[in-house]
């Protein structure tokens, strides 16, 4: 994640807005022996936009992210429902950090990891899955499809609010009896897959992958839910957003992400002894 302006600067000169509580929860979880830092991208690190290839890191929140990479004893991971290749392209991810895409199939713990492969029965089942979700975008205007290496997506950001609730409940309909298919609702998205996987099980593989005695986790979609459900007592999870949550913590929106791993930043350099 490269920042587009001057990090210290923005720190320097932006209060910090999060509430005491939460705070408090980040100098707690500083404290613990091997930290990892896991971040949902969209509506977390970066801003929600129309066009997915436009997303971008808030720079602040790319500065904090790239410098906890580097920190002794801390892991960073990304966690989306993006593909890996789409993760890397908009995120631009430290070398250090590890990546679960595809919310939860694909998984990059570093050099040597193994690609998805599909069996061919799901190869099949993808194309037929394709092949009906292209049927209702050509009937819904402002929709559109996004194939990713276990799935296929349908977003309706773009769409009319009545277009996209017909699109997706005719979608649901066409699809919901075939075997070994899996739904998700996210925001202004239907994602179908191939392969059972959640963010849930995402934040599990990376806790057992990294040795972590404890995880902060923030994300802002109804899909981040799973990960939320899979914290245990002394992780931390932050929901982005003021819909329904599980997580303990909620801030209002990216900028206040940014914050939050300052915060995390500052508090984790007194642990292991890195001078700021």
Do not use: C
């Amino acid at each position: 994640m490269t920042p587009e302006a001057d990090p210290a600067r923005a720190r320097e000169s932006t209060p910090l807005t999060l509430p005491p509580e939460l705070l408090e929860a980040v100098r707690r979880i500083a404290g613990t022996e091997h930290l990892l830092v896991a971040m949902d991208f969209d509506g977390t690190i970066s801003p929600l936009v129309d066009h997915a290839g436009d997303a971008r890191p808030l720079p602040r929140s790319a500065a904090a992210f790239a410098e906890l990479a580097v920190l002794p004893r801390t892991t960073t991971a990304l966690i989306s429902g993006r593909a890996l290749d789409s993760l890397r392209a908009v995120a631009s991810p430290p070398e250090e950090t590890l990546l679960i895409g595809s919310h939860g199939a694909e998984a990059w713990l570093g050099p040597g990891s193994a690609p998805l492969t599909l069996e061919p029965e799901q190869r099949e089942l993808l194309a037929e899955v394709r092949s009906i979700l292209e049927g209702i975008v050509e009937l819904a205007p402002g929709t559109l499809l996004e194939d990713k290496p276990a799935g296929v997506v349908l977003h309706t950001r773009l769409a009319a609010d009545d277009v996209a609730e017909d699109a997706v409940s005719a979608a649901r309909a066409a699809l919901k009896e075939r075997k070994g298919l899996y739904l998700k609702n996210g925001k202004r998205v239907l994602e179908t897959s191939v392969v059972h996987a959640s963010k849930g099980e995402g934040v599990d593989f990376l806790r057992q992958a990294s040795g972590a005695t404890a995880v902060i986790f923030a994300g802002d979609d109804t899909t981040d839910e799973d990960a939320f459900g899979r914290l245990t007592p002394g992780d931390v999870g932050v929901k982005v957003g003021l819909d329904f949550t599980q997580a303990q913590f909620r801030v209002e929106a990216p900028v206040h992400v940014a914050e939050l791993l300052e915060a995390l930043l500052r508090e984790r350099r007194k642990t292991v002894e890195v001078p700021s």
